[in-house]
């Protein structure tokens, strides 16, 4: 899920409360009659007290109550307002204002048990207009009627209701709840033209117990929204730490072609979470051509800036295998992370580690069959890097002790001679890789996470040197020669909150890191020897 969407969100989770509390109590809460069935219970007692006998006795014109109950409602005033006679939604020359009504049960008398404040006491005195009950026979039901009591803020009162069973009525069910009707509200409200322009279905307060039907379909679309939230940070989410403070601007990477894929890789990671900050970081097939391309494009794109001297170039930065060559005193390095490499070997060669020794045998020409360092009968083919590459400085600089191979015997390494001796180069991994593993006993050499996945990595040995792997856990431990430091190169020092700054922040500091030792490159910061750091 984009940040976008994720502080869309954020956004619909904070107004959601904040409208629900608006319109709970500063729009439909303003005048709001509230109401609680505090008590509904028959006089009979389940367990034959002696004491209950009075209740079950109580009588009316004559006759005891058959049946009897006892119901206490509880009137109150639960807006934020004070609720006035012409208040009440009724004709307004009915006295009346809220109807109890219980169905299958008549009333027997009623009586107010409780007065929040003296005042009200006028409202229900005898004869007071409003105020009284009726029994239907027609409609078996018994109805209170309440009268329009003026109720300022969170004054109340309480009605106890007794009740019996129609004498005609022989059943013993359980009787049915009571209903409550009564409403308040002004005849007109300031929101109620915006209706026919947004379709809001506006009723008028009603009574309830906790909250009107508009603030439950609130809270319950908050709800929703926090789960949403929750499921993708819990679940969904690739990552979940805090957001990185991206930089917009367009980013140009160049360099090494084994740091490659690691750095694509982050540059992918980096948009997706700076999505919505304008950052572009433009990544064409060609972007990386080796080290020495590398530094030669940005050196180039400083001067074309004519950067002055003491400020840097903001929107470029190189990966080398190592240092750079000389002649190009306006470059910075940052040593970013340790990259290990591999000579891969063609299946066909059988053989599967070398002495260092050997090594730089094949290397010089003076080993040109497999057969002589224990391998099958196959001419050996090398397939080298340009000179440019990092990979093979790389390669002469740790294993061939500073000596460069011969030049190539073949311009075209299709031409190779597959039962003779013979030499060729390539321009990039990718390239070397889909040769060594299509030439018989062809032998060259790459970062070792190119290997793995590579679609010919099923034709192709790593080879190990004086039986240590090639892992970083193999350069730490057992002195593995064949690595270097990848350095990150700027024009200049780069400038305070520039998108190179930002993005080198990202792959040292931040989540970069994560991905550089999912692609086998030891982190540099976390290294047990600081030297490992530093190229010999």
């Known amino acids: 899920m984009s940040e976008q969407v994720e502080q869309w969100i954020a956004v ?10 608006l319109w709970e109590f500063a729009v439909v809460g303003r005048k709001r009659l509230g109401y609680r069935v505090q008590m509904d219970t028959l006089a009979a007692d389940d367990t034959r007290s002696e004491h209950a006998e009075i209740l079950e006795q109580l009588e009316r014109d004559g006759h005891r109550l058959k049946d009897p109950s006892f119901v206490l409602l509880r009137i109150e005033n639960a807006g934020s307002a004070p ?11 009915d006295p009346s204002g809220i109807w109890a009504t219980f169905r299958r049960r008549q009333v027997a008398g009623i009586v107010v048990t409780e007065l929040s404040q003296r005042e009200l006491r006028r409202f229900f005195r005898d004869g007071a207009a409003g105020y009284g009950f009726r029994n239907d026979e027609a409609r078996r039901a018994g109805v209170v009627e309440l009268p329009k009591v003026k109720l300022p803020r969170r004054a109340e009162y309480k009605v106890l209701v007794i009740l019996e069973r129609w004498q005609d009525d022989e059943s013993t069910e359980d009787f049915p709840k009571p209903d409550i009707v009564g409403a308040v509200g002004a005849d007109r409200r300031w929101f109620d033209p915006l209706a026919k322009y947004f379709r809001f ?5 009603e009574s309830h117990l906790f909250a009107s039907r508009p603030a439950w379909f609130a809270i319950g679309f908050l709800a929703a929204a926090v789960a949403v939230q929750a499921v993708f940070t819990l679940f969904l989410r690739e990552d979940r730490r805090p957001p990185l403070d991206c930089v917009g601007g367009t980013l140009y990477l160049h360099g090494s072609t084994a740091f490659e894929p690691a750095v694509r890789a982050a540059a992918r990671d980096y948009l997706k979470r700076c999505d919505g900050a304008d950052v572009h970081i433009p990544l064409a097939d060609d972007s990386f051509k080796g080290s020495t391309d590398g530094v030669t494009d940005l050196d180039r794109a400083g001067r074309e ?22 002649g190009h005193p306006r470059l910075i390095p940052r040593p970013v992370a340790l990259s290990v490499f591999t000579l891969v070997v ?14 730089r045998e094949i290397f010089a020409g003076r080993v040109q069959n497999w057969s002589e360092v224990g391998g099958n009968d196959v001419p050996v083919h090398l397939v080298n890097r340009d000179p440019g590459s990092g990979t093979r400085s790389t390669l002469v600089a740790k294993v061939l002790n500073g000596k460069e191979p011969p030049q190539f015997t073949e311009t075209d390494c299709a031409s190779l001679n597959p039962k003779r001796y013979g ?7 990718d390239t070397m890789l ?11 050499y790459s970062e070792t996470t190119g290997v793995d996945g590579h679609k010919a990595a099923d034709g192709l040995a790593k080879l190990t040197i004086d039986g240590r792997k090639p892992t970083a856990d193999g350069v730490e431990d057992t002195n593995y020669p064949y690595w270097q430091t990848e350095f990150a190169y700027t024009y200049g020092e780069t400038p ?4 190179a700054a930002a993005f080198l922040n990202f792959l040292t500091q931040q989540s970069g890191r994560d991905i550089l030792r999912d692609h086998g490159h030891g982190l540099c910061s976390e290294a047990q020897n600081s030297g490992e750091c530093r190229p010999l």
Do not use: M
């Not at 609720?83 to 020359?93: A, K, Q, S």
């Not at 030499?423 to 991994?429: L, N």
């Not at 889909?434 to 060259?444: D, E, R, V, Y």
């Open 496 to 499: 305070a909150g520039s998108v």
């Open 12 to 21: 619909v989770s904070l107004g959601i409360p904040v409208f629900a509390f």
């Open 305 to 326: 800036a004519e950067v002055p001297v003491g400020e840097g170039l903001g929107d470029h930065i190189a990966f080398t295998d190592g240092l750079a060559s000389d």
């Open 423 to 429: 030499r060729c180069e390539v321009t990039s991994t």
């Open 346 to 359: 063609n299946k066909d060669a059988g053989v599967e580690n070398l002495k260092l020794a050997q090594i």
């Open 434 to 444: 889909n040769t060594a593993a299509s030439t018989p006993g062809a032998l060259g």
């Open 201 to 205: 279905k506006l009723a008028r307060t």
């Open 83 to 93: 609720i006035e006679p012409g208040d009440y939604l009724t004709d307004e020359n």
